[in-house]
């Protein structure tokens, strides 16, 4: 994977709060279509819109209120903010004993486990241990470094033991937090997708900010997804077209605040406890969950060299990498799709 385009020696801006990804651009005009509707609500702290392509009505707001259901019932399961979720009973559970965990849960610690072994630990959900960040710009909090350097032990994801064969997940030690944001959304996304399928829905985009997954078509052409050129936002690197399959971002512009000129972002190191200094974002292209599920994380906080490493064995996944110069860095399956 060689390809590095400058693209642009102008301007040098980042995103300013604007998601990688663009689909509204494309999505607006099908709405007049009566074929098309689309539902939208909050979730997983962020915005998740629902569009389809079906010819009765009825059928499509049945199959998009189920979908939303389920992904909200999912995203319940996992939520660390949720007194009553597993994720909280395993915090308390830390150290002391095993917690019973559903099967979708299961598999998505398992999911989890495979990225942390695969990226050498880049990819860790028990950075949920440095919980003293906030990073709403309305009420930002830096931890003080002796907070930092308490829990920085607790954070190795060896330390979460799974027992499939008893549904089960244990943290070894007091104090431990797992932090699921960068490893359930996708599973989320793919449960609400066979939903709509189930209720016979199969042209859907389900896009959970900065998450897309796609199925079938609209209006007799692939879903179009836009990459923002992350130096001018309002203009396109190129827009991908899609019948099938996830594409996934990460960056430094969700989540996050400036202070005394540095821009404070959700992606922790799980060495540091800081926010990563490597890339500014990553757009991965897959058709399989599995390849890309935590990998743009991975990839922030390992660096750009290490991360192409990273993505070539992954002979399906197309890549985008924001650098830390601003330059971009695309493999040469999404070169090809943009150039297309």
């Known amino acids: 994977m060689k390809p ?11 995103l300013a709060g604007l998601p990688l990804l663009a689909t509204s651009l494309f999505l607006r005009p099908a709405l007049a279509d009566p ?3 689309q539902a939208s609500r909050n979730l997983m702290g962020t915005r998740l819109d629902i569009t389809v392509q079906a010819r009765n009505g009825d059928v499509a707001e ?54 942390s072994e695969r990226s050498l630990g880049a990819f860790d959900i028990t950075v949920g241990a440095f919980h003293e960040w906030n990073f709403d710009p309305a009420q930002p909090i830096i931890p003080d470094a002796a907070e930092i350097a308490r829990e920085l032990p607790l954070v190795n994801y060896r330390d979460l033991i799974l027992d499939e064969r008893s549904g089960s997940a244990y943290l070894r030690r007091r104090s431990m937090r797992i932090d699921l944001g960068g490893i359930a959304k996708l ?10 399928k189930r209720h016979g829905v199969t042209d859907a985009m389900i896009n959970g900010g900065g998450d897309v997954l796609v199925s079938g078509q609209l209006q007799g052409r692939d879903w ?12 396109l690197v190129g827009v991908l077209g899609l019948n099938e399959g996830f594409v996934a971002s990460s960056g430094d512009y969700e989540r996050c605040f400036v202070r005394n000129g ?11 406890g800081q926010p990563t200094v490597g890339p500014h974002g990553v757009a991965l292209v897959s058709r399989k969950l599995d390849d890309i599920n935590g990998l743009g994380a991975a990839i922030m906080v390992a660096g750009s060299k290490a991360g192409r490493r990273l993505l070539e064995p992954l002979k399906g996944v197309d890549a985008l990498i924001v650098e830390s110069d601003q330059r971009l860095w695309l493999s040469p399956g999404m070169a090809k799709r943009l150039n297309a």
């Not at 179009?224 to 203009?235: F, H, I, Q, S, T």
């Not at 540095?262 to 540091?272: A, G, S």
């Open 187 to 196: 599973p989320i996304l793919q449960a609400g997708m066979q939903v709509l």
């Open 62 to 115: 049945a199959a998009m209120a189920a979908a939303s259901t389920e992904m909200a019932r999912l995203s319940d399961l996992m939520s660390r903010y949720r007194v009553s979720s597993a994720v909280s009973a395993l915090h308390l559970a830390a150290g002391l004993q095993p917690v019973a965990v559903a099967s979708e849960m299961m598999q998505v610690l398992k999911a989890a486990r495979q990225m």
């Open 35 to 37: 074929r098309v509707r």
């Open 224 to 235: 179009r997804v836009g990459l923002r050129d992350p130096r001018a936002p309002e203009r």
């Open 4 to 14: 590095m385009f400058p693209l642009n020696n102008g301007r040098r801006r980042w």
């Open 262 to 272: 540095r821009r404070y972002h959700h992606i922790l190191d799980p060495k540091t």
